[in-house]
């Protein structure tokens, strides 16, 4: 979407929201549509290929609307997340589908998660100790909780420091043997597993407990979105439920919803998966897909040409592995830090006509 076409969305959005304003007195304050409704109407996965703007905001009005206020807020999550969850080939039991246990939840943060994967993680052992030890006081159990971490805080797969990535294969079999709780943080490189050439780097999150990564960050979902899987909801719920007479309602016990203030330190949420929903079937899975791969050997091949036609600085490329590199060799005793930053400029301003070209 260029300038224009946003400019032209965004005056149609507004339009929008105005009509719906004007002709508020006539929609139902409460919906028809029962629990489970909306999983029916929608796609079991995300779209290959992107779906034009006009059937999405046709689907906005047909599909989302009618459960505006309750329960498309919460249904839409939950089928988005099984949609990203499927794009990263998630084992089975993380995805909510069918009856499991497991499911995920939109955090505002990693950080946001890691936390609530501790407090999870800590009040199931602590319930696991009451049950083989009722003689135990609540200080003598607090006393034997221990929490293991490296100096990056939790198993990672790309660090925020240097991107290294822990070995969850061999992580993750101790974890499960010892019944440790292994929450998995992949912030900002879990996007790249949605490329099947990345997701062997995801292998061994089968024995996570909880599994978390920021679409916000590489998926072109805004600030914040961070997805979050669990094998067992009931761990998280377990810890979090809270059911004061004003947040009650007659479908709480029916087992047909998904309560998600129960999946989080919040008891207020915004519909951030509706974002989710727009930005896979804008860009389709491919398209995704081709954003993470960035740039191809084409685009490489007219940056050098660029690059050493204008006669600023000269580079030599290389094949690695069917890519065409571009190699930034400093050969001269005589190179100072300030030309290899002229040089960095130089390459990031026609780095940019090239893909300003491309997008034309």
């Not at 919460?74 to 909510?96: H, Q, S, Y």
């Not at 003689?135 to 034997?144: C, D, G, N, P, Y």
């Not at 221990?146 to 990056?152: E, F, H, L, N, T």
């Not at 006669?311 to 490329?317: D, F, G, R, S």
Request: hydrophobic share 40%; proline share 4%.
């Amino acid at each position: 979407m260029n300038a224009s076409e946003f400019r032209r969305r965004g005056k149609e959005m507004v339009d929008y929201m105005a009509n719906y304003m004007e002709g508020i007195e006539g929609r139902q304050v409460y919906p028809d549509v029962e629990p489970g409704y909306l999983r029916p109407l929608i796609p079991a996965a995300a779209p290959q290929e992107p779906d034009t703007f006009e059937d999405i905001i046709n689907d906005v009005e047909k599909i989302i609307m009618p459960g505006a206020a309750s329960p498309a807020c919460t249904e839409l999550e939950t089928v988005m997340m099984d949609w990203l969850g499927k794009m990263l080939e998630l084992p089975k039991a993380f995805l909510n589908e069918k009856a499991g246990e497991g499911g995920g939840v939109i955090q505002g943060s990693a950080s946001e998660a890691t936390l609530v994967a501790l407090l999870a993680a800590r009040t199931k052992v602590i319930h696991r100790l009451q049950a083989a030890s009722p003689e135990l006081t609540q200080a003598a159990i607090m006393e034997k909780l221990v929490a293991y971490s490296s100096d990056q805080m939790v198993a990672t797969l790309g660090t925020t420091t240097c991107c290294s990535f822990d070995n969850l294969l061999e992580v993750g079999p101790i974890c499960n043997k010892e019944d440790i709780w292994l929450h998995v943080d992949a912030a900002y490189a879990g996007s790249a597993f949605i490329c099947p050439e990345f997701r062997h780097l995801l292998n061994g999150v089968e024995f996570a407990d909880s599994f978390n990564f920021n679409p916000h960050k590489w998926l072109l979902v805004n600030f914040d979105c961070s997805a979050m899987w669990v094998k067992k909801r009931t761990d998280l719920t377990g810890a979090f439920r809270l059911d004061p007479t004003y947040l009650k309602h007659s479908h709480q016990d029916s087992g047909l919803i998904t309560d998600y203030r129960h999946w989080q330190i919040p008891l207020g949420r915004r519909f951030r998966s509706l974002k989710m929903w727009f930005v896979f079937r804008m860009y389709g899975v491919k398209g995704l897909q081709a954003y993470i791969r960035k740039g191809s050997n084409k685009v490489n091949e007219a940056l050098l040409q660029r690059i050493n036609s204008a006669k600023k600085i000269h580079l030599v490329p290389c094949h690695l592995r069917d890519k065409f590199v571009l190699r930034f060799a400093i050969c001269s005793r005589t190179v100072e830090s300030a030309h290899v930053q002229r040089a960095w400029e130089h390459i990031k301003e026609l780095a940019a006509d090239v893909l300003r070209a491309e997008r034309e």
